[in-house]
């Protein structure tokens, strides 16, 4: 999940949740794969899908590449982005075999993109391919959520905690398999959202990192802003 053609993606948005504001004001070059860290209920999930177009936020500004997804008068639905999204729970088709559940993405997806034989081999699942789903562990399902939102073709792939699910050395293996050195696979744009535990093991050296801080915002409300960190060689952890 990353670009060897810049992307650019512009967000603006303040988002209300019990006690807190999200708050963040940003322009993304993205070239590499880009980890958004923070504790759990800090609005990593809700900021992903605001970028797909699953939620639509009250003054949001979204755009990518100079092209309007969201603000006061346009909001494009999330099938009129060119997003791929892995959520936390794959989400896989069960009445389907692996290999079905791929088809069902290669043969609705435009010319140009990742051929299936790629997008298997970058996921390894050849020995799958006949298997049921539901017989699958929880790393062999989002290696196949991963595969079948490559063959849709994003430009941008949105990954909700991927590594969520797998023990320290299954971790490895995909944050490996997800770089475009090893897999050979290229989208052009890529955002993962990441327990902070898996900052270093799931994000490119060559990525950029958006990492939480917590201030005072108006009206006495605990406001989380985002800054935006150039290298995850380097990165700090955010402060709670």
């Known amino acids: 999940m990353s670009a060897n053609i810049g992307h650019t993606l512009r967000l ?34 809700t900021l992903l ?3 797909a177009g699953l939620e639509a936020a009250n003054g949001a500004n979204v755009s990518f590449n100079d092209k309007v997804w969201q603000d006061d008068t346009v909001f494009l639905p999330a099938s009129a982005r060119p997003v791929g999204y892995v959520f936390q729970d794959a989400r896989l088709f069960s009445h389907l075999s692996v290999e079905g559940n791929l088809l069902f993405a290669a043969n609705r997806s435009a ?27 929880g790393g062999e399902r989002q290696r196949v959520a991963i595969a079948r939102t490559l063959l849709t ?39 993962g959202s990441h327990r902070r535990e898996d900052r270093r093991t799931g994000s490119s050296r060559n990525g950029n990192g958006i990492l939480r801080r917590q201030g005072v915002g108006d009206g006495g409300h605990q406001a989380r802003h985002y800054r935006h960190e150039p290298s995850l060689g380097t990165v700090a952890s955010p402060r709670v």
């Open 12 to 45: 603006h948005a303040q988002i209300d949740f019990p006690g807190f504001r999200l708050d963040i004001d940003d322009v993304l070059e993205l070239g590499g794969v880009t980890g958004l860290f923070g504790p759990s209920g800090s609005g990593k999930s």
């Open 49 to 51: 899908r605001v970028i």
């Open 111 to 137: 010319d140009g993109g990742i051929a299936f034989a790629e997008a298997v081999t970058a996921m390894r699942l050849q020995p799958l391919l006949p298997r049921n789903v539901a017989t699958l562990s």
């Open 153 to 191: 073709n994003p430009q941008l792939l949105l990954l909700d905690e991927p590594l969520a699910a797998l023990d320290a050395q299954r971790k490895r293996e995909m944050a490996l398999r997800a770089q475009p050195q090893e897999s050979g696979v290229d989208p052009s744009g890529g955002c």
